[in-house]
């Protein structure tokens, strides 16, 4: 992986890891620009496809659990107010507001009936060709995705005429060798349940509690830490198994939102007994890692040893652990200290870590999360900006109201600013999937050096015969203020957009909208194809429109679109005071 292949002294794990990623070719949101198709690899036709269904409740487990950890019990704690006191609107406003709705739920439905006509039933659309892939297990990864945007989208019928062919979905079988555990989770488990508790339809909590039948049986180790890239027919043929010895922290530590939500509407406690088991090492390894508060990319869950890899970021592999926390919390009535005190602990070493204020021509006053790489009594900061990170904003603002702690939200809005600036800063007003920046040495205060920015390029750039700095510039196509881009995809991604969404509803500032606004007429107009959106491959064009390729995730529906209709919806529409969203988009209720 790109993340890890960048840095130099990552190659020792990275060298086995990477070919660890490569053997599961999994789908991971990052997956980095030197495999942009590895999807198309990912269908899983290697083996023989199987015969029959597994019936997961009934398959006995090796390691039962012989003392359930219930959920917590008591009235659930009121949480602070969340969304801003919005008054009345005024009637231009109302009317530009509503115009913008319509455009957003006109680019949903034009997608939705494409893959309805196409890719039925498939994971994914192929946007550009019409044809269909299957890179997560074959369960309509799309359809399911999607369903709470219907529903909020007000998409009744398609709604309801999805239903009968949601039920046939057979969560026993698949042709893919193996099942990514993490991705199942939210898009398949959180998409169920999100579906379930605005419809009420009993059959989505059916289909959720056969999705986690399926998912428990990933935990069914000798220490109970689950198998998060998991031989599904393994398991299924009821052999033994044990915990892998390298993890992605993002894999084992977000599992805690599905989970509990689950063992709460289904009254069985079991699915919050499996994440509890991985919370409690989390808490007792917090003290321990290289960078004391947060934990590293790379975890042991066989040990389990949460602490010896030397990586730690707030990005990609490490991302939703901690954005789980707070909402976790918020999802456990409060009832459950210990989320409040990992994220307290995590986040206090990540704004003293991981963020920097990047060098920009406007003297911006922003924020942006990179990467570190702590050994011995060293901490050293790389200053990245991908695209993935752009969720922190939200994060930082919405923990910041949770907690009740003001610093954290105005970093929140650092953060989300830094985003939109980076939008901004490309030629299509769209950002790169990876890039770097130059971290100015303090965040208070920072004058644009050219020069500064000039050497910096030179000193990253693979030279090669050029020497003159400014036609280096040029031949990378780097905007002001960008030392490098590593990755000039943009794969329809949610992050930034949801920030802003967060931002507005806490803030209630219009500014919010607006950048929403600019990002998605230049998102449309750049990604639209005859029959939906495609992924663009370079961003960083400006003589000709990007170019495409054929992939449109599933996320595009789910949470992209779904964040740009929020932010322009009346904002009592799936209110942050009501619900908590999963890293998919998917809103769960907050227990009253
Ligand atoms: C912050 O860094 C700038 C240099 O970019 C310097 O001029 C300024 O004095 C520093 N401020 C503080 C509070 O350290």
Known sequence: MALLRRYGAYLAIAAAFVYFLYTLSFPYQSEPSEVPHRHNQHGGSKQAPQQGSYKWAKIPLKHPVTSMIPLPTGSPLPLPKIQFDFGTEDKTAKNIREKRLTEVKKAFERCWRSYRERAWMQDELEPITGGSKNPFGGWAATLIDA?????????????????????????????SERVNVFETNIRHLGGLLAAYELSGEKILLQKAKEVGEMLYHAFDTPNRMPITRWDFHKAGAGKAQVADETVLVAEIGSLTMEFSRLSQLTNDPKWYDAISRIMEVFEKQQGKTRLPGMWPIVVNARKPDFTQDTGFTLAAMADSLYEYLPKTYALLGGLNPLYKKLYQGSMKTAIRHTLYRPMTPENADILMSGFVRAEGSEANLYP???????????????GGKIFENEEHV??????????????????FGIMPEVSHLYACPNTTECDWDEQIWKDEVARRADLGTEKDPLQNIANLRLPKGFTAINDRRYILRPEAIESVFILYRIT?????????WDMFTAIQQNTQTDLANAALIDVS????????????????????????????????????????FNTEAHPLKIPK
Not at 152 to 166: P, R
Not at 384 to 398: D, K, N, P, W
Not at 410 to 427: N, S
């Open 410 to 427: 105005a970093i929140g809005r650092k953060l989300a600013d830094g985003c939109v600036w980076a939008y901004k800063a490309l030629p």
């Open 508 to 516: 209630g500032q219009q500014q919010w909208q607006a950048a929403a």
């Open 384 to 398: 990245e900006m991908q695209h993935l990170v752009c969720f922190a904003g939200g994060m930082f603002a919405l």
């Open 147 to 175: 369903l709470d945007t219907l529903w909020i989208m007000d998409l009744q019928e398609e709604f309801h005429s999805a239903m009968k062919d949601v039920a046939a979905i057979d969560f026993g079988r698949t042709d």
């Open 541 to 580: 064009v400006s003589d000709s429109s990007p170019p495409k390729m054929d992939s449109m995730e599933s996320f595009w529906m789910a949470e992209t679109l779904k964040y740009f209709y929020l932010i322009f919806s009346e904002p009592n529409v799936i209110s942050l005071d009501d619900y908590v």
